[in-house]
């Protein structure tokens, strides 16, 4: 399977403080892609880091890509309630196809 | 318009009825997705469109049909489906196959 996986699975903090959240991948790719899901809703596209970058900034996201080790991490800084969600990472197995990692269930507390 | 839509939200039916999920964008998008999502689980790819013509289909059983009538439109029919469909289903569309997919708020299936 293409599919990657993320770790943690589940990670509770405190409003303010940072996020992080990891993805490793199987095959290689042009780009990994960080989406974000509310409860049972649609998925809402954060960032895009080609294979060629290292690291990418978007507000309050900072994403980085180690293609060596086939991995990212997404970090959240200053984190908000409203940051409540699950995180997927997620890479391109092929032309047309996108493969989602497990996802990150992050629960931020007031 | 920068969104993806999706009909209805919700959809309850039984094993034996035919219904339809609707998709629809009107980004100029020339792809248009089909996934399926269970709880606590990742979406799973069903069917890919690329101007207008199918161009992936993940062995989905055939009591699943895609439909593109046009290039903003994407429709799921669905006849004669087991209590293990319900799912989420999720319409995406991209403006090229290898672009970026925006994805609908999607449809809460519930197969009695």
């Known amino acids: 399977s293409q599919q990657g996986e993320e770790d943690p699975q589940a990670l509770s903090i405190q409003e303010g403080e940072n996020a992080t959240m990891n993805c490793s991948y199987k095959?290689?790719?042009?780009?990994l892609q960080w989406y974000r899901q509310n409860s049972g809703r649609g998925l809402v596209h954060l960032i895009l880091?080609?294979?060629?970058?290292r690291e990418k900034h978007s507000g309050r996201l900072r994403v980085t890509l180690d293609t060596s080790k086939k991995s990212s991490s997404l970090l959240i800084t200053a984190s908000r309630a409203a940051d409540t969600a699950s995180y997927f990472c997620t890479s391109r197995g092929g032309a047309q196809k996108l493969v989602f990692g497990q996802g990150t269930r992050l629960t931020i507390n007031p | 318009d920068t969104e993806v839509t999706q009909t209805p939200k919700h959809l309850v039916m039984g094993m034996t009825n035919k219904k339809s999920l609707k998709c629809e964008q009107h980004?100029?998008?020339?792809?248009m997705y089909w996934y399926k999502q269970k709880a606590k689980k990742p979406p799973e790819l069903m069917f890919v469109y690329s101007y207008e013509k199918l161009s992936i289909n993940e062995s989905v059983p055939s009591r699943f049909s895609p439909e593109c009538p046009n290039s903003s439109l994407l429709n799921l029919h669905l006849h004669a489906l087991q209590p293990e469909d319900s799912a989420l289903y999720l319409c995406a569309s991209s403006r090229g196959p290898q672009e970026t997919q925006y994805f609908g708020p999607g449809t809460r299936l519930l197969v009695l």
């Open positions: 095959t290689s790719i042009n780009n």
């Open positions: 980004m100029g998008h020339r792809a």
């Open positions: 880091i080609r294979s060629n970058e």
